[in-house]
């Protein structure tokens, strides 16, 4: 393990030293290969402004990263993604967005005309998942923000559609999906898990409390099953509260013989046992739907890493294109979003994205016109081992609180304090324009050992 760590460090250490740049010393930065254009299809990881427009636009947004030219007050801070560093590294023009618009929130500006630019090959958006149309941000999820979030399944047929229906062989092709698929399934997993955890713990409440107040009434047995029913009954009213049901309780105990039931310390004290005992209950039927569950999410996971190897082979590949970069999943469980969570969620993310990693490497595997990058490997090496990446934090994000809560509106005025140049996320997932320059010279020394650049 620490030789595969060291290894790493060189071989960035060699990257940032041979790919710094045109007319650097690192050697002789001629193209050996002249592509035609930079054609992207992918998620957020990727996208050059899919929703630069409206709000987002006025806010200074756009693209998920810290945005704006901020050069002026720190170099690092250029506001550009791994595909426009690449892009200026093969000699390309910028990469523009493909289509941009909202269908969003008209109230707060999220409602803005869907537009294709003839011309620009940067498909990738921000939520876009294989083959699911909704990602995260879209409006049937029900976020106001109504991202776009066009899978990319659709990106590449789009591309097809516009191009005659055929890759004319000298593009360069990149591929980065599947991370809004691993949080995709996580939700899912944790509104089930939430679900049958407030069902458990509303079932144990009444249960307890009945059982509590029962024990006081002259026949228990017989009060237990009233006071239930009293519970439920105040618990299916329009407008019941805990204090209504509580108290609806305490008045059927009453009426059953515990003369207790009219003390408000002893009501209130047996309620708070009751509250106790459904909490647990709720706790324990959340782990309970997560462990039985896990396994499908996992799963659903896995066919999403085959899924986008066939899509690569056959939408691609067979379609003419002859150099088709495609990304792992970084590592997204040791990021801060994965850090956030319990160590049994964190574990699962992991798992789903290692199954997701596997199926693709191994889809992939002979394919002579795929270059098959693991920014896994070295995006997990760059959270346990930054220095010699030039990282001066990865546990933290880079940005503040900011409009749209993520860092698609992150930008040099709303970042924490202190100097973040080199942090390497931005929000809890995705890279700061530092990280974003390791990724691009990353996949650039990668082409260059497959003799692509």
């Known amino acids: 393990m620490h030789q595969r760590k060291f290894a790493l460090a060189m071989l960035a250490a060699a990257v940032l030293a041979g790919c710094g ?72 023009p910028a990469p523009c967005a493909a289509q941009t618009g909202l269908n969003g ?81 996580l939700g899912l997993l944790q509104a089930g898990a939430a679900k049958a955890g407030a069902s458990a713990g509303k079932t144990a409440f009444a249960t307890t409390l009945a059982g509590l107040l029962a024990a006081g009434a002259g026949n228990p047995a017989a009060a237990g099953p009233l006071i239930g029913l ?108 994965g850090k956030s969570q319990s160590a049994a969620t964190q574990a699962l993310i992991v798992a789903m994205v290692d199954a997701y990693n596997a199926k693709l490497k191994a889809a992939l595997a002979g394919e002579a016109k795929v270059l098959h990058v693991d920014l896994y490997a070295i995006s997990h090496d760059q959270i346990n081992n930054p220095e010699p990446y030039g990282l001066t934090n990865t546990r933290t994000a880079a940005c503040g609180p900011n409009p749209l809560d993520s860092s698609l509106g992150c930008t040099g005025k709303n970042v924490i304090a202190g100097d973040v140049s080199r942090y390497m996320f931005a929000d809890d997932r995705h890279p700061t324009p530092f990280e974003y320059s390791l990724i691009a010279r990353y996949v650039a020394e990668q082409m260059i050992v497959r003799g692509w650049m």
């Open 230 to 337: 009293a519970i439920q009954t105040e618990a299916a009213k329009p407008g019941a509260t805990d204090t209504s049901i509580v108290g609806a309780a305490a008045a059927a105990a009453f009426a059953q013989g515990n003369a207790s039931a009219a003390d408000s310390v002893y009501v209130g004290t047996q309620a708070a046992k009751a509250k106790a005992a459904a909490t647990a209950a709720g706790t324990q039927a959340g782990l309970d739907y997560a462990a039985a569950n896990g396994p499908a999410a996992i799963a659903a996971m896995a066919t999403a890493g085959t899924e986008t190897a066939e899509l690569v082979k056959t939408q691609i590949v067979a379609k003419g294109a002859n150099y088709v970069v495609v990304n792992n999943l970084p590592d997204f469980g040791g990021a801060p979003v």
């Open 105 to 185: 929130d008209v109230n707060k500006g999220f409602a803005v005309a869907v537009v294709n630019h003839a011309g620009c090959f940067g498909y990738a958006q921000g939520g876009s998942r294989v083959t699911n149309p909704v990602g995260p941000g879209n409006a049937l999820s029900g976020s106001p923000l109504g991202a776009l979030t066009v899978p990319v399944s659709t990106q590449i047929a789009n591309h097809l559609a516009a191009v005659g229906g055929k890759f004319k062989g000298d593009e360069i092709v990149f591929v980065t999906v599947g991370g809004n698929d691993t949080s995709a399934q």
């Open 21 to 92: 740049g045109n007319g650097s010393k690192g050697g002789d930065q001629t193209v050996k290969i002249k592509f035609s254009s930079q054609v992207v299809f992918g998620d957020s990881l990727s996208d050059v402004g899919s929703y630069a427009v409206g709000t987002v636009k006025q806010l200074g947004g756009g693209k998920f990263t810290i945005n704006g030219d901020n050069t002026a007050s720190n170099a690092e801070l250029t506001g550009k993604n791994w595909t426009e560093l690449m892009a200026a590294q093969l000699g390309l």
